[in-house]
């Protein structure tokens, strides 16, 4: 799947967070905060507005994408503990976008959560950032991995 520029790859996840609320600020006219409400609120909203499956790198911005990704992220990783943005030394997949890592003694899940959001508007395929998060968090809690605090 087609890449965002360099610039906006370099970006920490938290800052491509930001630039995913002001995005929506900008975009749709609505404020989100890092809940799980407001993801299912950015995710309607982009239901309303897109048609995942259907886009191609010159149709649909892959930096729109990989912010709704990264926004999706950072939702999951306040709300299950024990997972923080990985280091490229921990990326087990080689994937060039930020990633989740979970870890619980000598265990850990890489979760590519910006990867597969953005595959979802290219492919229309799995489900889409609200149902990809209620998947990964009924996962991370089979697997022993609590609510944050």
Avoid at 28 to 36: D, K, P, R, S
Avoid at 67 to 82: D, I, K, P
Avoid at 90 to 106: K, N, Q, S, V, W
Wanted: proline share 5%; aromatic share 12%; hydrophobic share 50%.
């Amino acid at each position: 799947f087609p890449l965002p520029d360099a610039g906006i790859l370099a970006l920490a996840p938290a800052e491509m967070v930001h630039a995913a609320i002001a995005t929506a600020r900008k975009a749709f006219g609505v404020e989100l905060a890092l809940t799980a409400p407001h993801l299912a609120r950015l995710d309607a909203l982009l239901a309303e507005r897109t048609r995942a499956g259907e886009y191609t790198a010159e149709r649909f911005p892959a930096m729109l994408a990989l912010l709704v990704g990264a926004f999706t992220g950072e939702v999951l990783r306040l709300t299950v503990a024990g997972g923080d943005w990985g280091a490229r030394e921990d990326d087990i997949f080689a994937t060039p976008l930020p990633f989740l890592l979970y870890t619980r003694g000598e265990y850990a899940r890489q979760i590519n959560a910006v990867e597969d959001v953005m595959a979802y508007f290219w492919t229309g395929d799995g489900p889409s950032s609200y149902g990809y998060y209620q998947e990964q968090v009924a996962a991370l809690r089979r697997l022993g991995f609590t609510a944050a605090v």
